[in-house]
């Protein structure tokens, strides 16, 4: 007996995202991101969109959105679309414009995602102020190009043929004297013969390129630089009458100008080339935003009563005077510890006399210290000092740096 085959399910199939019918994917195929190619069929820029909205079954639209939309936060989409571009291969290729195994590419897309990730956190949430994600591309990068390398070809091993089995019945052979031929006769060799040599092949012309399935419409790559110089242009006429306009805006302008001309290259025309403008002015935005946020400033505190001094001090970047000759009661600092740290820039400390001062003073980048005249300077600096009377009031003045000058006098 056969067993009867299931009939098929009546009904239409489930459309897929990118068009045709097929099953809904699993998710076992979604983390197999090996299976991840770009498309050729549904591409607006490189394909990444219609590719991976084909690996998740979604509306490659949305993705595209998404895309655009994560540009605005750290930068979050371009990071992705780019990381996508240069990793994945198209439909039908084998080897991606960065061509790695399935196994270190899905390591590398997944590591990306990370990055993207942190960029999307640390620009909501204004928790970081170095451009790190800048970095940790720069070392995942650096890490793959310096361990990719082709793989060695691997010779094909002979399968191994098992002997023929023997029939234990049947009887041995007996052994038979070898015989010997009479030997034969010299015969001379057969005369040999030019032989013509075969006719050459025929050129044939290698078959036409396919027609290049991507949509067709105007490249909007140099209408969007002129945009962006024309804007630019404006803002730039604006923060000469006095707008105020910060340093960051400029960048911003121009990341967001190739936003919209992403949105608007999904739908008309081609928008080739706008990614890596974005790219450019998504790391210029990033060093304008990390300069504005380390703005320099001078402070300057001279207490009149030793109520009046805090026991810490700190600031950013500027410099920080502490001037201590105003102080009356001299006697109510004995036994205090004045903290005083900073980032970049310059510490200066005023003793009055008759004042006893333990200075410990360290410079974690590269700086300089002079503490009552003893000065030392390099990177990762430390002075530790004492000056003043036994009989006078003591106080410990801890001071750090990470780079610039300290400087403790009378």
Not at 220 to 226: K, N, Q, R, S, Y
Not at 289 to 306: G, H, I, K, M
Not at 342 to 360: D, M, Q, Y
Request: with cysteine.
């Amino acid at each position: 007996m056969t067993p009867t085959p299931p009939e098929a399910p009546s009904g239409p199939q489930p459309q897929h995202p990118t068009g045709g019918t097929g099953p809904r994917v699993d998710r076992d195929q979604v983390r197999d991101l090996g299976r991840l190619r770009r498309s050729v069929t549904d591409r607006k820029v490189a394909g990444v969109a219609g590719g991976l909205g084909r690996h998740l079954d979604v509306d490659p639209l949305i993705l595209r959105v998404a895309f655009v939309v994560l540009v605005f936060f750290g930068g979050a989409g371009l990071i992705l679309y780019a990381a996508c571009w240069i990793l994945v291969p198209e439909d039908g290729a084998v080897r991606a414009p960065f061509n790695l195994d399935e196994r270190s590419r899905s390591v590398a897309l997944i590591v990306v995602g990370v990055i993207a990730t942190l960029a999307l956190v640390g620009d909501s949430w204004g928790a970081f102020w170095f451009p790190w994600p800048l970095a940790l591309v720069a070392l995942v990068a650096l890490w793959l190009l310096t361990r990719n390398s082709p793989p060695r070809p691997v010779p094909p091993v002979q399968p191994w043929a098992p002997a023929a089995p023997t029939d234990p019945a049947a009887p041995a052979a007996s052994y038979a004297a070898p015989t010997y031929a009479p030997a034969a006769t010299y015969a001379p060799p057969p005369p040999t013969y030019y032989a013509p040599p075969p006719p050459q092949a025929t050129y044939v012309p290698p078959p036409p390129r396919p027609p290049n399935p991507r949509k067709r419409g105007p490249i909007l790559f140099w209408f969007t630089l002129a945009l962006i110089a024309l804007a630019e242009g404006v803002l730039g006429m604006a923060d000469l009458a006095g707008a105020g306009v910060a340093d960051a805006a400029y960048p911003a302008l121009a990341v967001g100008i190739c936003g919209l001309m992403l949105v608007v290259g999904a739908f008309f025309g081609r928008a080739g080339g706008i990614i890596a403008l974005g790219l450019i002015s998504t790391v210029v935005l990033t060093g304008t935003t990390a300069a504005d946020r380390w703005d320099s400033n001078d402070v300057t505190e001279t207490p009149l009563s030793a109520a009046a001094l805090d026991n810490r001090y700190w600031l950013g970047a500027g410099e920080q005077v502490i001037d201590l000759r105003e102080v009356a009661d001299l006697q109510n600092l004995d036994g205090r510890t004045l903290e005083v740290e900073g980032g970049i820039g310059r510490i200066e400390i005023i003793l009055p006399e008759g004042l006893t001062a333990v200075v410990h003073a360290d410079v974690d980048g590269p700086g300089n210290i002079d503490v009552f005249g003893f000065e030392r300077g390099g990177i990762d600096t430390t002075i530790n000092s004492s000056d003043g009377s036994e009989s006078d009031p003591r106080i410990t003045i801890d001071t750090q740096l990470g780079v610039g000058q300290i400087e403790v006098h009378r």
